[in-house]
């Protein structure tokens, strides 16, 4: 019974003689004597403990079969779905003029239709909801609370529809919360609001900078403002976009949040993300699934970690996680009704998979799907952390999204760290 491929071991220096057993396809960390460690890899450990070990994932029955297990396990996973999940643009238009912002090349006035909503609703409702499936959207933007009446004018219908199908339906926004306010929400909790997932781009002074109103106005008080007169109501998951420059004074920005009254344990996750070049030009962008390997980058991640958990927030933990491109239920929608699979690839014509009045094309080769399924990556004990990386981050640096965006070296230098961090300072 030999030990995992997908299991990291390191030294425990809390406890000499001991190491620590994290298995990255379970998320599980098991402290365990070397002694221990030496049986398992000798196949001479007591029942209980094979019994122990197995569940948590960290032994398996057969390393081919551990293998090929994974190798389809995403296919599997689009084959038991029962949720459906659309990012759903409902506008172009936004009240802030964010230097970085990726579509500020195909910003403007560009509001979804009443017939694209209309068109929107009726494929949700035959292909997913008839079919028995629970539907989640997430409204995105620009802003789209600047597109409110379209928000409700999908919602309210698919809400009406899942409830008679007997199946579930809930929204989500991806809002600069300027103009989340009390009312807002309270008008939309009876609509399956769950959520919101929020930037705020480090403190006042630095917010105000990257963030702010057209006008020129800071955006931070009217934020913080607005997350205090929410945060009860719905899971605010708040974050913000960092550069080499300024990485180090976003943990004042979570003081900021605690001096307003904020309640941390209330609050989703925060996710601080790097804003990197864009692909082909000078300007920027910001991505959370875009994290490179750069030593500033690691030293910056694993530095906003740890002063995150010692404030008291959460952060995301490494878990095992497919790129939204390779999960058949899952969807962009444009204002227009062009359909993507990744809201960073939404403008490129050849990543267009189809549109709502068309119908789905065949996207396996302008997506690269199963780009993982290969002998380096199957092997790799960090493949539940990465299946092939990011495809927009190949775009940013070669331009195209060909080839394996690995993530061994990034893994390498601060996954050991992470699982420590969560040991002695993560929420349980």
Known sequence: MPL?????????????????????RKGSVVR??????????????????????????LLVDDALVERK???????????????????????LECNLACPYC????????????????RLLVSHVKRNQIERGRDVEIRFYGGEP???????????????????????????????????????????????????AQVTLDGPQHIHDRQRPFISGKGSF?????NLYSVYDLITINPGGNFTRDNYHEFPTMLDALLAA????????????????????????????????????????????????????????KPHMGVCMIELTNNLVVAYDGTLYKCPTLMGWP???????????????????????????????????????GCRFFNKLKTGSIDGVDCRRAMLDATLETIVRQDLTLGRQ
Not at 102 to 117: I, K, L, P, Q, Y
Not at 289 to 301: K, M, Q, R, S, T
Request: proline residues 5%.
């Open 4 to 24: 995992s491929r997908y299991l990291k071991i390191y030294p425990d220096p809390d406890r000499p003689g001991s190491v620590l057993l994290y298995s990255t």
């Open 32 to 57: 365990a004597s070397e002694t221990l460690l030496a049986s398992a890899r000798d196949g001479l450990l007591a029942e209980p403990e094979q019994a122990l070990l197995r569940r948590l994932e």
């Open 69 to 91: 297990q994974m190798e389809g396990l995403v296919d599997q996973t689009n084959a038991r779905s029962t949720v459906f999940s659309a990012t759903v643009v409902l506008t």
């Open 102 to 117: 990726f579509e500020d090349n195909f910003r403007g006035r560009h509001v979804m239709s009443h017939e694209t909503a």
């Open 145 to 195: 609370l600047m597109a409110l009446h379209m928000l409700k004018e999908i919602a309210i219908p698919l809400l009406d529809a899942a409830t008679r199908a007997g199946t579930k339906f809930t929204c989500s926004l991806v809002t600069n919360a300027t103009m989340l306010t009390r009312n807002v929400v309270e008008d939309l909790l009876p609509l399956g609001l769950t959520s």
């Open 221 to 225: 008080k009217t934020i913080v403002s």
């Open 261 to 316: 009254g904020i309640d941390p344990a209330q609050l989703g996750p925060v996710q601080f993300a790097p804003i990197h070049p864009k692909s082909g030009g000078h300007d920027l962008h910001a991505a959370a699934c875009v994290f490179g390997d750069e030593p500033w980058l690691i030293e910056a991640n694993l530095f906003l970690r740890k002063e995150t958990l010692r404030r008291g927030f959460s952060v995301e």
């Open 350 to 388: 050849e990543f267009a998979i189809g549109t709502l009045a068309d119908g789905i094309n065949d996207y396996r080769h302008s997506y690269n799907l199963d780009i993982w399924k290969n002998d380096e990556c199957l092997e790799c004990s960090y493949l539940p952390l990465c299946f092939g």
